[in-house]
């Protein structure tokens, strides 16, 4: 049974999953809609059919489980500066959360939504009149990319801030699907193909987003931006040391998914921002050029070593 152009709000996961089988491919789950409702506007996300998630109190609350912190995927970026054990342990994931939008958004915009959020490209989030003047590309139809004037492949850039963090504090997730759930490192969602960035099913709902408890993570972020609120990322960085010395660095907004480069104190750290500028496949689709935000991640990395005490 496939509804048309229908808002569907279950109150119970299986009622979701239900929901989401019976609409098959033709649904988008909705959470605090901050992303999805903008490129519904934009004509970029069309489904006839949208379930909105925001009641299922499983997806709700944060605790200690097991050894890990479990963020439920329904949890307001606003709200977590307030979590006691977030501040003593994870305050990498608060200065991420905090640099999304501006503080009304963030009173909507989940923590589950942030690490699905769509890829974002100057030539893909525009209106439809204007896609259709320029010419459509392989996110939208089209058959060649605009950005580098022809190639075959989408570099469509991870936007999500909270990425970064948690990858880099080693964060896995949870996924609940009609064939049971799953729970897999964050990282390992990304595909690095624009077109289609992530790989989990679309009947899959993020219930929550795991962290290891006494890992002693120091992080530093950072974030290039045109503004200092109410703008997506051009370039951010996020870097951790944890108590055994392991070293990561994970960057967004550089590359179609998160750019990680793992190393060891002691390392060379020149070696280490090396590797990470080759990681980053980043194109001119951007309000800032490719060659100022490449720049800038050497900047950001040296400056995160020194504040971090790396050797
Ligand atoms: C003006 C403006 C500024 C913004 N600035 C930033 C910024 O600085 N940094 C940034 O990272 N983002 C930014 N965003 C994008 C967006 O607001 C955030 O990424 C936000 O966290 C998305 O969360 P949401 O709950 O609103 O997601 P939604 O829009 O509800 O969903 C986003 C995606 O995730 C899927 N989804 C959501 N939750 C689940 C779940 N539990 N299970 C399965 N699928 C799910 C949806 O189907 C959809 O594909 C901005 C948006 C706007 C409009
Ligand atoms: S990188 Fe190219 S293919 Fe991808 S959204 Fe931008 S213009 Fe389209």
Redesign the pocket.
Known sequence: MVIEKTYLIPTTITEALEMAKANNDTF?????????M?NRFQGNETSPCLID?SKLEE?KGIRKEGGFLRIG?LEP?EDLKRVQELKDEFPLLIEAAL???APL?RK???I???V???NRCLYYNQSEWWREAVGYCLKCEGDICIATQGKKACFSEL???TAPALIAMEAEIELLDVDGSKRIPLMDIYTGDGVKPRNISPT???TAIFLPLNKGFKGVFNKVRERES????SLTSAVTLDKDGNIRIVLSGVDPKPVVVLGKNGDDRSELIKKAIKGARAIDNDMYSRKYRREMIGVYLERSFGELGVK
Do not use: M, P
């Open positions: 988008k789950y909705l959470a605090g809609g901050t992303d999805v903008v998630i997806l995927a970026l640099s999304v939008g958004l909507t915009a989940t589950g939504g942030n699905l959020c769509e936007v999500s801030d899959a709902i993020l109410l703008e997506f990322t």
